[in-house]
């Protein structure tokens, strides 16, 4: 069973990134069987989907959140992360790491992290 | 983008009784769709995916259907910890969407 953990600052100012790091354990982030995405939930409203990324592979990312996501992985540390850009009050929520399972079939996201509020204020 | 609309957005139900959850998206997503359930303060957790299939952990009273643009998830005989809210979530097409969510709220 996989286990996640984000981290990173839970306050942001206004206009700077966002940048967050979710560490895996009980499997590898080179992993076949699995995307790793950010999902977010602001204060109080739902799930919006962030990013995906496939290890070797493509990246996938919320039309909305494009052009100001990044999204990487590191092999050394068994980590991936998330870098959001020119953040404004909206961007506040709760952010999610989380695994994506892709084999035997596609399942959604199978296991997440306990997730991490960022308030984006200055 | 698939837009993904669940119904009611609060089910008032007795403990004991059947909850029939309802989402609805505005193309076809085959059945390429999971249901999570999160309780305050926690991480959703994954309940089911193809639409119909009960993920690791998942209690037998917890069953989902549908295919295409409609899906049902429902619990039976509800349990005091099954009072949370449910999201549904399609995966058939980029970008993933989820619906805004059912909360489940004892009566």
Redesign the interface.
């Known amino acids: 069973q996989l286990k996640l953990q984000e981290s990173g600052p839970g306050l942001v100012k206004p206009s700077e990134t966002l940048s967050l790091t979710c560490s895996v354990s009980g499997g590898s982030v080179t992993s076949g069987n699995y995307f790793w995405g950010w999902i977010r939930q602001p204060p109080g409203k739902g799930l919006e989907w962030v990013v995906n990324i496939f290890y070797g592979g493509n990246t996938y990312y919320n039309p909305s959140l494009k052009s100001r996501v990044t999204m990487s992985v590191d092999t050394s540390k068994n980590q991936f992360s998330l870098k959001l850009n020119s953040v404004t009050a909206a961007d506040t929520a709760v952010y999610y790491c989380a695994s994506y399972a892709v084999v035997p079939v596609a399942m959604g996201f199978d296991s997440w992290g306990q997730g991490t509020l960022v308030i984006v204020s200055s | 983008?698939i837009v993904m609309t669940q119904s009611p957005a609060i089910l008032s139900v007795s403990p004991g009784e059947r909850a029939t959850l309802s989402c609805r998206a505005s193309q076809s997503v085959e059945n390429?769709l999971?249901w999570?359930q999160q309780k305050p303060g926690?991480?959703?957790?994954?309940l089911m995916?193809?639409a119909s299939t009960r993920?690791t952990g998942t209690p037998a009273r917890f069953s989902g259907s549908g295919s295409g643009t409609e899906f049902t998830l429902t619990i039976n005989s509800l349990q005091s910890e099954d009072f949370a809210v449910y999201?549904c979530?399609q995966?058939n097409n980029?970008?993933?969407?989820?619906?805004?969510?059912t909360k489940l709220e004892i009566k």
């Open positions: 983008e390429n999971a999570y926690q991480a959703p957790r994954l995916y193809g993920a999201y979530h995966f980029w970008p993933d969407t989820f619906g805004q969510g």
